[in-house]
């Protein structure tokens, strides 16, 4: 079973930055791999995504704000969130994702929290 750290998270200010660092016991190389947010009584979401050579997505809600990058060499998925905001406080946690999809394949780890004051 694949394990999954997340690490990086803190409390910012808005219009503050954060990187955030998921390290993968197993190879990502080949891999779709993504980031998730919860919020307190919300929905888990998904916030980016990136392909095994490299196309991204973004939910519309941090687009212009979040990069999703890898390091395949690393086994590890970076999140730059920039100009956050209130409500992207959550706990982040990231995946890999099936093919094309956002579903994730293994079982979540414990997340980073995020957390932006006003």
């Known amino acids: 079973q694949v394990q999954l750290v997340e690490s990086g998270g803190g409390l910012v200010q808005a219009g503050g930055s954060l990187k955030l660092s998921c390290l993968a016991s197993?190879?990502?190389?080949?891999?779709?791999m993504g980031w998730y947010r919860q919020a307190p009584g919300k929905q888990r979401e998904v916030v980016a995504s990136?392909?095994?050579?490299?196309?991204?997505n973004y939910a519309d809600f941090v687009k212009g704000r979040f990069t999703i990058s890898r390091d395949n060499a690393k086994n590890t998925v970076y999140l730059q969130m920039n100009s956050l905001k209130p409500e992207d406080t959550a706990v982040y946690y990231c995946?890999?994702?099936?093919?094309?999809?956002?579903?994730?394949?293994?079982?979540w780890g414990q997340g980073t929290q995020v957390t932006v004051s006003s």
């Open positions: 995946n890999f994702l099936y093919y094309g999809t956002t579903v994730a394949q293994y079982r």
């Open positions: 197993g190879s990502i190389f080949n891999n779709r």
């Open positions: 990136i392909s095994s050579g490299g196309t991204t």
